[in-house]
C-alpha cells in the first residue's frame, strides 16, 4: 500500500480516494463483515463516502447480504455518512455495533 502527504483538498487525477474491503458470508451466509475501511481526507470526501456506501449497498444486497457484524469504524473521517449510507446502524443488547443493509 501506498501512502503520500498532500495538502487537505488536493486531489489529483487517479487519485484513489476512498478504499472498503468486505469479507462477505462472514459470520453467516447472508452477512459480511467490513475489515478495512478508509475514506481520503478531502474536500470531496463526503461525496466520495455517499458514491462508494451507494455502490457497495448495492452490491451487498444484489449478493444476498442483510446485515454486517462487528467492527464498523464510524469515529474514522466519513464513517458515519459511510455506513449510514449503506443502511440502518443498530446496537445489539450486548452493546455490539451490527449495520442492516438497507
Excluded: N
Aim: aromatic fraction near 8%; include cysteine; hydrophobic fraction near 35%.
Amino acid at each position: 500500500m501506498a501512502h503520500s502527504r498532500r495538502p487537505l483538498g488536493e486531489v489529483t487525477a487517479g487519485d484513489v480516494l476512498g478504499a472498503v474491503e468486505v469479507q462477505f458470508q462472514q459470520p453467516a451466509p447472508d452477512s459480511c463483515g467490513f475489515t478495512e475501511f478508509q475514506i481520503t481526507r478531502t474536500s470531496h470526501g463526503p461525496a466520495v463516502a455517499a458514491m462508494l456506501a451507494d455502490r457497495i449497498r448495492h452490491d451487498l444486497k444484489e449478493a444476498g447480504i442483510t446485515r454486517s457484524d462487528g467492527w464498523l469504524q464510524t469515529r474514522y473521517p466519513h464513517g458515519s455518512r459511510f455506513f449510514r449510507a449503506v443502511g440502518r446502524l443498530r446496537r445489539s443488547a450486548d452493546g455490539s455495533d451490527f449495520l442492516v443493509i438497507g
